[in-house]
């Protein structure tokens, strides 16, 4: 059998792991929602702009025109479209228009009203209070901008002219940017925030059942007791955590390509869901280097603990600031400098995203590479530190974060 | 395996707690004995006496304040990962790891304790005939009964083959088969060489088994002999009331 303090830690993160993978909440969080949270959205959204397009075109909305709005032209336009009903009003005299349609909404018996403006043009009237009415608003606005489109192009054929010619100032847009740049600029944008939030999630409840839950499970004093120095026992719970996390991070982000590829190519929106294997790699690199202080950070705090429980409700605190972290440096316009790139987790979803949008600064990328690295070690020589502490194992009360100092000097009694 | 001399030697052990609600109280106070190979030492005590602060030094859980322990020579503060590979070390709160199969359990403590490859497959399967484990080898620990998990714990003592054994109250929570199986199995393990160290509250257990027996109170050894000698000292036949006479002569 090979010896040594990395051969046994490995032995001892193969038990964690066979473990771990027998373990459902384990199973669900650093597999099972990663992997699944993506097609499961995408597929949630498709549906519901599908439902959302059905109903409103099963949805009839009523047009009021108020006397003289519309020339029989555009009214016939709008009895074409599907889903408007319109009724005329003949009003009352002394009213102005406005007063008009708050008369017909007061009474429910309109959602849209168009009337005559007093220079040229239409005056429409709704309510963004009603759902019906906004959706009223836009088919009417489409409709409309259908007539306006083919009366200018009518106009100019009459005469000739080209219907653009008509334009005030013809403004033609064009994105230089490739489908592909756009794609990686939307993930950059968005992944990092999922993926340091999958990775902290898988290793979160792994973190505290191989703390915690030991002790509540009354294994703490069996592995002491395994023939093996403490340092290699806490490695391979490490290389666990660190595995478990790791593992929701490699899952979430090829869901999040394949599904995306699945649902967004070929579609309206026009973006290209492609990474270089470079990037990839570069991308579990920088998670792995965040993961390595956020799971040093877990396992420490849900030492302090007594049972399963009470080590959710230690770590919680370190987990939400792992998430917040990350939406706060996604701002717009925060970039990765020779500072941000000394921020612990600030740097690492910055990093990601220029890996992910290919917009790496080899300068401040390095600098956050090894600072990442510098406070994952910090990071892992803390947790260490504490694990070593025999008292800890053997603690019949759970300890207080302000004794955790205590812990890191050196001491009597060591695991 | 045996050892020659004592297995298990302990001279003027001190263990000082800083407890934040007591103040600092010493839960060992200069405790000494010797266990050799071939003998059942027994460590009598009340709760509190110190047996488990004893046990946890010896284990090489915890440090001493004071004094020297040593296991088949080893030292505990020294050498604690020599001292863990020469001992099987049973207490309740050295449960199994629920997730783990007995089999598993077996094969993950052997590779821990740097058995050859090959010969670990062999060895756990002796083990699963010897506790009659076989029919349950494949089942989660968790799934099993109280007894079934003891006898994987023994089990799990003897996979490295260690000259001394030490059990903290390894009957709590049997019924009187599986008490019966463990006795049984401690004086086979004597037969064999092995010295063990016994920790109990029970006392016919103790009568029962013993060579030596050693009693601790608040951290003191009071008297330490056969159970024939502790009869002299005290004139008292049983146990229990031996135990009472040194106690009120404190």
Same mark, same amino acid.
């Given at each position: 059998m090979p010896r040594g303090s990395g051969a046994d830690a490995l032995r001892i993160f193969r038990m964690e792991a066979l473990a771990a993978a027998r373990d459902r909440h384990t199973l669900l969080y650093a597999v099972l929602v990663p992997l699944l949270v993506y097609p499961l959205l995408f597929f949630g959204m498709a549906q519901?702009?599908?439902? @959302?397009?059905?109903?409103?075109?099963?949805? =009839? =909305? @009523?047009?009021?025109? $108020?006397? !003289?709005?519309?020339a029989p032209p555009l009214e016939g336009r709008l009895q074409e479209v599907t889903g408007l009903r319109i009724e005329k009003e003949t009003a009352p005299e002394g009213l102005l228009p406005i007063e008009r349609a708050q008369a017909l909404f007061a009474g429910e018996r309109a959602d849209i009203a168009l009337a005559k403006a007093e220079g040229p043009g239409l005056s429409l009237y709704y309510d963004s209070g009603s759902e019906l009415s906004l959706s009223g608003r836009r088919r009417v606005e489409r409709a409309l901008e259908s007539c306006r489109e083919k009366s200018r192009t009518m106009a100019a054929t009459e005469r000739g002219l080209d219907a653009g010619a008509l334009e005030a100032i013809a403004l033609r847009k064009e994105d230089l940017a490739s489908a592909e740049e756009t794609g990686r600029r939307v993930l950059g944008a968005m992944l990092p925030i999922f993926l340091l939030l999958m990775s902290v999630s898988g290793a979160f409840y792994l973190a505290v059942d191989v703390t915690a839950g030991e002790k509540e499970? *009354?294994?703490?004093?069996?592995? /002491?007791? /395994?023939? =093996?120095?403490?340092? #290699?026992? &806490?490695?391979? *719970? &490490?290389? #666990?955590?660190? !595995?478990?996390? !790791? $593992? #929701?991070?490699?899952?979430n982000l090829g869901s999040m390509l394949i599904a995306s590829r699945a649902f967004f190519e070929g579609t309206a929106a026009g973006l290209s869901v492609r990474l270089p294997a470079a990037s990839v790699a570069l991308v579990l690199l920088v998670a792995l280097l965040f993961l390595a202080l956020a799971a040093s950070l877990l396992l420490g705090v849900a030492l302090l603990a007594r049972s399963f429980r009470e080590g959710q409700s230690y770590a919680t605190p370190l987990f939400t600031l792992l998430i917040l972290l990350p939406i706060l440096a996604s701002q717009p316009g925060t970039r990765l400098t020779g500072g941000t790139a000394l921020v612990p987790v600030v740097n690492a979803t910055l990093a990601m995203r220029e890996a992910l949008e290919g917009s790496i600064q080899t300068g401040p990328f390095l600098l956050a590479l090894l600072a990442l690295a510098a406070q994952g070690a910090l990071g892992f020589a803390f947790a260490q530190r504490l694990h070593a502490q025999a008292a800890l194992h053997l603690a019949e009360e759970s300890v207080p974060f302000s004794r955790i100092l205590e812990f890191l000097r050196p001491k009597e009694g060591k695991a | 395996m045996s050892v020659d001399g004592a297995a298990v030697r302990v001279e003027g052990l001190v263990k000082v707690f800083a407890d934040r609600h007591r103040g600092t109280f010493r839960a060992v106070d200069g405790v000494s004995f010797e266990c050799k190979g071939g003998e059942v030492l027994g460590l009598l005590g009340p709760n509190g006496a110190g047996k488990t602060t004893t046990l946890r030094i010896l284990s090489t859980v915890l440090l001493p304040t004071e004094g020297k322990a040593t296991i088949a020579g080893h030292d505990c503060v020294k050498d604690p990962v020599g001292v863990r590979g020469s001992l099987g070390f049973l207490s309740a709160n050295t449960g199994l790891y629920p997730r783990l199969t007995p089999r598993e359990t077996l094969a993950f403590f052997g590779r821990l304790h740097h058995l050859p490859e090959e010969l670990i497959e062999a060895r756990v399967e002796e083990l699963l005939d010897l506790f009659d484990l076989k029919d349950i080898a494949g089942r989660r620990c968790e799934k099993l009964s109280t007894g079934q998990r003891q006898r994987v714990s023994l089990a799990r003592t003897l996979v490295h083959d260690p000259p001394v054994l030490i059990l903290d109250e390894p009957t709590t929570g049997l019924d009187i088969l599986g008490t019966s199986a463990a006795m049984a199995f401690l004086q086979e393990k004597r037969a064999e060489g092995r010295a063990i160290l016994f920790s109990t509250h029970v006392m016919p257990e103790a009568e029962k088994l013993c060579d030596r027996i050693a009693i601790l109170h608040r951290g003191r050894i009071l008297a330490t002999g056969t159970l024939e000698g502790l009869r002299v000292q005290t004139g008292r036949r049983y146990l229990e009331d031996i135990f009472h006479v040194l106690l009120a002569s404190t």
């Amino acid at each position: 059998m090979p010896r040594g303090s990395g051969a046994d830690a490995l032995r001892i993160f193969r038990m964690e792991a066979l473990a771990a993978a027998r373990d459902r909440h384990t199973l669900l969080y650093a597999v099972l929602v990663p992997l699944l949270v993506y097609p499961l959205l995408f597929f949630g959204m498709a549906q519901w702009i599908v439902y @959302r397009r059905g109903v409103e075109e099963r949805t =009839v =909305v @009523r047009v009021t025109l $108020l006397e !003289g709005a519309l020339a029989p032209p555009l009214e016939g336009r709008l009895q074409e479209v599907t889903g408007l009903r319109i009724e005329k009003e003949t009003a009352p005299e002394g009213l102005l228009p406005i007063e008009r349609a708050q008369a017909l909404f007061a009474g429910e018996r309109a959602d849209i009203a168009l009337a005559k403006a007093e220079g040229p043009g239409l005056s429409l009237y709704y309510d963004s209070g009603s759902e019906l009415s906004l959706s009223g608003r836009r088919r009417v606005e489409r409709a409309l901008e259908s007539c306006r489109e083919k009366s200018r192009t009518m106009a100019a054929t009459e005469r000739g002219l080209d219907a653009g010619a008509l334009e005030a100032i013809a403004l033609r847009k064009e994105d230089l940017a490739s489908a592909e740049e756009t794609g990686r600029r939307v993930l950059g944008a968005m992944l990092p925030i999922f993926l340091l939030l999958m990775s902290v999630s898988g290793a979160f409840y792994l973190a505290v059942d191989v703390t915690a839950g030991e002790k509540e499970r *009354k294994t703490a004093e069996t592995t /002491l007791l /395994l023939p =093996v120095p403490g340092r #290699a026992v &806490f490695l391979g *719970k &490490f290389l #666990a955590v660190l !595995g478990a996390g !790791g $593992l #929701a991070c490699a899952l979430n982000l090829g869901s999040m390509l394949i599904a995306s590829r699945a649902f967004f190519e070929g579609t309206a929106a026009g973006l290209s869901v492609r990474l270089p294997a470079a990037s990839v790699a570069l991308v579990l690199l920088v998670a792995l280097l965040f993961l390595a202080l956020a799971a040093s950070l877990l396992l420490g705090v849900a030492l302090l603990a007594r049972s399963f429980r009470e080590g959710q409700s230690y770590a919680t605190p370190l987990f939400t600031l792992l998430i917040l972290l990350p939406i706060l440096a996604s701002q717009p316009g925060t970039r990765l400098t020779g500072g941000t790139a000394l921020v612990p987790v600030v740097n690492a979803t910055l990093a990601m995203r220029e890996a992910l949008e290919g917009s790496i600064q080899t300068g401040p990328f390095l600098l956050a590479l090894l600072a990442l690295a510098a406070q994952g070690a910090l990071g892992f020589a803390f947790a260490q530190r504490l694990h070593a502490q025999a008292a800890l194992h053997l603690a019949e009360e759970s300890v207080p974060f302000s004794r955790i100092l205590e812990f890191l000097r050196p001491k009597e009694g060591k695991a | 395996m045996s050892v020659d001399g004592a297995a298990v030697r302990v001279e003027g052990l001190v263990k000082v707690f800083a407890d934040r609600h007591r103040g600092t109280f010493r839960a060992v106070d200069g405790v000494s004995f010797e266990c050799k190979g071939g003998e059942v030492l027994g460590l009598l005590g009340p709760n509190g006496a110190g047996k488990t602060t004893t046990l946890r030094i010896l284990s090489t859980v915890l440090l001493p304040t004071e004094g020297k322990a040593t296991i088949a020579g080893h030292d505990c503060v020294k050498d604690p990962v020599g001292v863990r590979g020469s001992l099987g070390f049973l207490s309740a709160n050295t449960g199994l790891y629920p997730r783990l199969t007995p089999r598993e359990t077996l094969a993950f403590f052997g590779r821990l304790h740097h058995l050859p490859e090959e010969l670990i497959e062999a060895r756990v399967e002796e083990l699963l005939d010897l506790f009659d484990l076989k029919d349950i080898a494949g089942r989660r620990c968790e799934k099993l009964s109280t007894g079934q998990r003891q006898r994987v714990s023994l089990a799990r003592t003897l996979v490295h083959d260690p000259p001394v054994l030490i059990l903290d109250e390894p009957t709590t929570g049997l019924d009187i088969l599986g008490t019966s199986a463990a006795m049984a199995f401690l004086q086979e393990k004597r037969a064999e060489g092995r010295a063990i160290l016994f920790s109990t509250h029970v006392m016919p257990e103790a009568e029962k088994l013993c060579d030596r027996i050693a009693i601790l109170h608040r951290g003191r050894i009071l008297a330490t002999g056969t159970l024939e000698g502790l009869r002299v000292q005290t004139g008292r036949r049983y146990l229990e009331d031996i135990f009472h006479v040194l106690l009120a002569s404190t």
